[in-house]
């Protein structure tokens, strides 16, 4: 039985392919946790337990890995701010 060269070519190609997924940036938990300034346990009990505001916070299962879109966390993060609500009455 012959194997052609080309027969596996197929595995190398990804299912999909955008600019968007070629351009990402994925991100660890470890690494998300520094940008945070979190423990990494903390996103590790958001994801199981599904509660808290990390909760909100999108991830990818890649295999056994956790990955994150630094896009996501920056989406995260701008949904999570809050504007201040003090307003500046100088002279009065």
């Known amino acids: 039985m012959t194997i052609q060269s080309n027969s596996f070519e197929h595995f190398s190609k990804p299912v999909y392919e955008t600019a968007a997924v070629r351009a990402a940036e994925w991100l660890t938990t470890n690494q998300v946790a520094r940008l945070l ?18 909760a909100k916070l999108s991830y990818h299962k890649i295999g056994r890995s956790v990955r994150y879109l630094r896009a996501d966390v920056q989406a995260f993060l701008e949904d999570m701010r809050i504007a201040g609500t003090a307003s500046s009455k100088r002279g009065e």
Not at 39 to 52: D, I, N, Q
């Open 37 to 54: 300034q979190i423990s990494p346990s903390s996103l590790e009990k958001a994801r199981s337990t599904g509660s808290g505001p990390l």
